[in-house]
């Protein structure tokens, strides 16, 4: 199938780490995006993976192997706004782009 | 800045009642999505659009249509809305294989 598989719920505390993953099928795969979603917003661009490797964007990290089917998305130094929804998207055509459900990150002080 | 625009952040409807939702972009992009939005079932693709007069049925098309006359703009049509058709509305657009802009969603409620 095209399922996307990704945590519903991680809760992490400010100033600290957290690693989200995201797992795929992956026939069909051209790309992998990360969104971030607050409650009751759209969602917006966070980072997008085609080639293997980690791609790095000031506090956010990307990291995709096409091979296992598997990418992660690192937040580093968290801060309370980051509180948010953080969405998987597999890219296969334009009319193909399988959303994962999300997961929804708390951040305590 | 670039950007995509939908019409209405909120709207209230009475069940039968004709909707029309409007979505606007600035970027000459090829491809136009309308998605819901609803808790626990993630983002679903409603209909797709990849030129103008040009339209693909995505995961739930039943009980809606779209109309693309011009490439900046991409209208959804609810016929007849139902109670179940409470939703948050999304359309997003983009051009091959970069991102998906979306614009800020519209609230729709059917009473």
């Known amino acids: 199938g095209q399922n996307i598989d990704q945590p519903t719920e991680m809760t992490a505390t400010e100033g600290a780490i957290v690693q989200i993953n995201c797992t795929y099928q992956?026939?069909?795969?051209?790309?992998l995006f990360w969104y971030q979603q607050h409650a009751g917003e759209a969602p917006t661009f966070l980072s997008y993976n085609v080639l293997d490797g980690l791609e790095e964007k000031g506090r956010f990290s990307s990291f995709l192997s096409r091979s296992k089917g598997y990418s992660y998305l690192l937040l580093k130094e968290l801060q309370m706004k980051d509180s948010a929804s953080y969405l998987c998207?597999?890219?296969?055509?334009?009319?193909?782009?399988?959303f994962g459900s999300g997961t929804r990150l708390s951040i305590r002080p | 800045d670039v950007k995509v625009t939908q019409s209405s952040r909120y709207l209230v409807k009475r069940t039968g009642e004709k909707v029309f939702l409007e979505c606007v972009q600035d970027?000459?992009?090829?491809?136009m999505f309308w998605y819901r939005q609803d808790p626990g079932l993630g983002l679903r693709l409603i209909y797709f659009?990849?030129?103008?007069?040009?339209?693909e049925k995505g995961d739930i098309p039943e009980g809606y249509s779209v109309s693309r006359e011009k490439k900046e703009r991409f209208s959804l049509i609810l016929e007849s809305a139902s109670t179940n058709q409470t939703s948050m509305y999304l359309c997003?657009?983009?051009?091959?294989?970069?991102?998906?802009?979306f614009g800020s969603g519209t609230q729709l409620s059917v009473l």
């Open positions: 997003a657009s983009t051009q091959g294989n970069e991102k998906l802009l």
């Open positions: 998207v597999k890219y296969s055509s334009a009319s193909k782009i399988i």
């Open positions: 970027m000459d992009h090829e491809n």
């Open positions: 659009s990849y030129d103008v007069k040009m339209k």
């Open positions: 992956t026939s069909g795969f051209n790309g």
